[in-house]
T-cell receptor
Framework: AQSVTQLGSHVSVSEGALVLLRCNYS??????LFWYVQYPNQGLQLLLK??????LVKGINGFEAEFKKSETSFHLTKPSAHMSDAAEYFC???????????????FGKGTLLTVNP | GAVVSQHPSRVICKSGTSVKIECRSL??????MFWYRQFPKQSLMLMAT?????????EQGVEKDKFLINHASLTLSTLTVTSAHPEDSSFYIC????????????FGPGTRLLVL
């Protein structure tokens, strides 16, 4: 079974500071990994995804994440935080072999990012 | 880009009534749709997976007769919460997977259900 662990349920940074949100996964096969962002009372928006191509993945809004197989990690970073980045961030893993062609997602518990002026 | 809508965005109902939530893929055909439930300050929990034209597959612990799912077309799936009770109050989110683009799910904006 696959699982996702997001270290830190709440991360607070100053505007302009580096954002680092941690995600570790477990999977019996090479996984597909995703980061989603959720603004209050809204659905999830895909930030970026890793699907076995380049290990450094660039996403929207200046975010990027690096897949490190040896560390089973897929941490999300952004060099300079904006106030508009304040939201809940979810890491998710999909086992390409799970559920036939349905590719179910397993989500981490989420990390709330607050950005201080 | 791929857009998924949900209706209604918010619903309040009395205990014992049934509530239907619609999930639509607006600009693509969704061969598979997923229904999630999210409790406050918690992650998304997959409830069921529906494939167009076939019965939904429910996750362990999710009552089929309680949460009826219909995926009658490639752009519409519905979730009906039958005989709703206060403990069913939650944020329900659907997602849709585009045929041929298997790895990415596009999420709807969610439906807030409050059962009084």
């Amino acid at each position: 079974a696959q699982s996702v662990t997001q270290l830190g349920s709440h991360v607070s940074v100053s505007e302009g500071a580096l954002v680092l949100l941690r995600c570790n996964y477990s999977s019996s096969v090479p996984p597909y990994l995703f980061w989603y962002v959720q603004y209050p009372n809204q659905g999830l928006q895909l930030l970026l995804k890793y699907t076995s191509a380049a290990t450094l993945v660039k996403g929207i809004n200046g975010f990027e994440a690096e897949f490190k197989k040896s560390e089973t990690s897929f941490h999300l970073t952004k060099p300079s935080a904006h106030m508009s980045d304040a939201a809940e961030y979810f890491c998710a893993v999909s086992d390409p072999d799970s559920g036939g062609s349905n590719y179910k997602l397993t989500f981490g518990k989420g990390t709330l990012l607050t950005v201080n002026p | 880009g791929a857009v998924v809508s949900q209706h209604p965005s918010r619903v309040i109902c009395k205990s014992g009534t049934s509530v239907k939530i619609e999930c639509r893929s607006l600009d693509f055909q969704a061969t598979t749709m997923f229904w999630y439930r999210q409790f406050p300050k918690q992650s998304l929990m997959l409830m069921a997976t529906s494939n167009e034209g076939s019965k939904a597959t429910y996750e362990q612990g999710v009552e089929k007769d309680k949460f009826l799912i219909n995926h009658a077309s490639l752009t519409l799936s519905t979730l009906t919460v039958t005989s709703a009770h206060p403990e069913d109050s939650s944020f329900y989110i659907c997602s849709a997977k585009e045929g041929g683009r298997w790895e990415t799910q596009y999420f709807g904006p969610g439906t807030r259900l409050l059962v009084l």
